[in-house]
């Protein structure tokens, strides 16, 4: 399989985003913001939803990069920021409108209640793998609700 690579410019494209980064997990450490050049960025080990269920070995991780710019702000909530080796499961990637312009905030939905917040200037997202991929036996598994 090619490396994937994404670039999210509107909320569409930020769906498409999240449905290839639903259940990666990352470390705390691996996070950076740079308020001087407003890049927010992540090394994550995403699980290769487009390779599910077409390989008999398994499933597979890849290493990527995810990495938002015009980002004026970050806040975060549900997981200790000094704790550089914690791990993190993202879920989904969503975005609020402020006003009638693009401004808004680009929300990192975290499993456990977490969430890290991105004030953007507008929707300015990139994804790229990295590195190769690597086996792994289970597919992430979700409780239902009811």
């Known amino acids: ?3 994937l690579k994404l670039l999210a410019l509107d909320t569409d494209d930020l769906s498409i985003l999240s449905a290839h980064l639903q259940d990666s997990v990352l ?5 950076t913001y740079s308020p001087r050049t407003g890049v927010f960025a992540a090394a994550v080990n995403r699980f290769a939803w487009e390779t599910a269920g077409t390989s008999a070995s398994g ?3 890849r290493r990527a990069a995810l990495s938002f710019k015009r ?3 970050v806040r975060s909530m549900g ?5 550089r080796e914690a791990v993190l499961a993202l879920l989904a990637i969503r975005f609020e409108q402020r006003g009638d ?3 808004g905030t680009v929300e990192l939905v975290l499993a456990g209640g977490g969430a890290i917040a991105l004030d953007v ?3 300015e997202g990139q994804l790229a793998d990295t590195g190769g991929a690597w086996e792994t036996k289970t597919m ?3 409780p239902l609700d009811g």
């Open 27 to 31: 470390k705390v450490g691996d996070l």
């Open 79 to 83: 997981f200790d920021r000094t704790d």
């Open 101 to 103: 312009g693009p401004e």
């Open 71 to 73: 980002v004026k702000a």
């Open 1 to 3: 399989m090619s490396a």
């Open 59 to 61: 499933f597979e991780r």
């Open 121 to 123: 200037e507008c929707i």
């Open 140 to 142: 992430p598994q979700h």
